[in-house]
Each structure stands twice: as structure tokens, then as C-alpha cells.
């Protein structure tokens, strides 16, 4: 079963214009959600996870158990933000990690 | 420090030959992880290692792929008779154990089965 979907496979926005990325989940305990990066012809790297509750290059994340999503947000997007955004999750206790299929943001100059 | 390091970096075979694939992880990481990138596809995950514990196999598409991790650090993973939809990204991570959420992942090793 999916866990993690992210229903977006492209997305377009502006600069300076508000940029969401969707990521919801499928699990009844308590996951960690992160978010990850992967710029052109660079590694994949961690971006921010949500027991951190940070901002990171203008990105924030919040955990909506309700909803079970856990969408990621920027008010004013760059053009070096243009990156692939894949959302995870692990069940805790270093098992096994599940990635979704991932989200190619394009921010237009 | 040394990151994640892959090798090779590109990889062209013919369908039917086997394939081994390396990973390097960062010293002191005890756990391991291979996924494969597709196109369209995300991040599919295929095997875990944790220290000395048995790996977690679930996400091994066949009985074609298998893994091993020697002495606890280089990983090898191995696809026999390949096949023309094994073409894809293969990516490793590292981590510090219980840190699960922290990956470092190496550039990858691109395989094309022709």
C-alpha cells in the first residue's frame, strides 16, 4: 500500500509567488515525516523533518495528523528552489523509509 | 569527510548478464539502504541493513536482486540476468543508527540494460 503520495508529478509557479508542495500519508501510528531535495545534478539531501519544526531556505512543513498530510510551504518562491521534492516517512525506530514519487518544481523567473 | 560513494557511476549491459553495484557509506553509519529511481516512479525502496542484524529484504523486486554488506560497511548490491526494465537510478544511503530520518545518499549508480 502507498503510504506516501505526493499527487503533483510537475509544478510551475513564479518568482515571488506562494509555492505549496502536497504530500499526504497513510499510516495509524505515530510517523516521522521529512522532507527531501534533490537539485540538478546534485545528491539527494535531507531537507527539514517535522519533529524539527524549522525553516530551511524559506521552507516550512507542518504534521496535520488530522488530515494526514504534511505539506510543504513557501511564501515567495526562487528560481534556485526549481528542484525534485520527494516527501518520506519512517515508522520510527530506523525501519524501513517510504518515499513518494516525488515532485518537480519549476519556479519561473 | 568522505560522503556516500558509488561506483560505478554508469552502467551499460546486456539483458541477461548480471551486475554488481558497490556502495561505500560514510564510516561510523551502521545502517544502509539501496533504493532504485525510476522515472515516473519515486524512490522505490529495496533493502536495509542495520549493523550486524539481518537485512531487511521486503522491497527486493525478485529473487534476481540480492544484497550483502561485508564487515558491516561496503554494500554490494547484485541483479542477475538483468532485465530491460531494471534500467533505472540506483541510489545508496547511510545513516547513524536510529537515525533513520537523516540519509546521506551517494550520486548513484545509472544502469542501462539493453
Known amino acids: 500500500a502507498q503510504r506516501v503520495t505526493q499527487p503533483e508529478k510537475l509544478l510551475s509557479v513564479f518568482k515571488g509567488a506562494p509555492v505549496e508542495l502536497k504530500c499526504n500519508y497513510s499510516?495509524?501510528?505515530?510517523?516521522?515525516l521529512f522532507w527531501y531535495v534533490q537539485y540538478s545534478r546534485q545528491r539527494l539531501q535531507l531537507l527539514l523533518r517535522h519533529i524539527s519544526r524549522e525553516s530551511i531556505k524559506g521552507f516550512t512543513a507542518d504534521l496535520n495528523k488530522g488530515e494526514t498530510s504534511f505539506h510543504l510551504k513557501k511564501p515567495f518562491a526562487q528560481e534556485e528552489d526549481s528542484a525534485m521534492y520527494y516527501c518520506a516517512l519512517t515508522e520510527g525506530a530506523g525501519n524501513q523509509f517510504y518515499f513518494g514519487t516525488g515532485t518537480s518544481l519549476t519556479v519561473i523567473p | 569527510g568522505a560522503g556516500v560513494s558509488q561506483s560505478p557511476s554508469n552502467k551499460v549491459t546486456e539483458k541477461g548478464k548480471d551486475v554488481e553495484l558497490r556502495c561505500d557509506p560514510i564510516?561510523?553509519?551502521?545502517?544502509l539502504y539501496w533504493y532504485r529511481q525510476s522515472l515516473g516512479q519515486g524512490l522505490e525502496f529495496l533493502i536495509y541493513f542495520q549493523g550486524n542484524s539481518a537485512p531487511d529484504k521486503s522491497g527486493l523486486p525478485s529473487d534476481r536482486f540480492s544484497a550483502e554488506r561485508t564487515g558491516g560497511s561496503v554494500s554490494t548490491l547484485t541483479i542477475q540476468r538483468t532485465q530491460q526494465e531494471d534500467s533505472a537510478v540506483y541510489l545508496c544511503?547511510?545513516?547513524?543508527?536510529?537515525?533513520?530520518?537523516?540519509?546521506?545518499f551517494g550520486p548513484g549508480t545509472r544502469l542501462t540494460v539493453t
Open positions: 564510516s561510523g553509519h551502521t545502517a
Open positions: 544511503a547511510s545513516s547513524l543508527r536510529g537515525q533513520a530520518g537523516e540519509q546521506y
Open positions: 499510516y495509524s501510528g505515530s510517523p516521522e
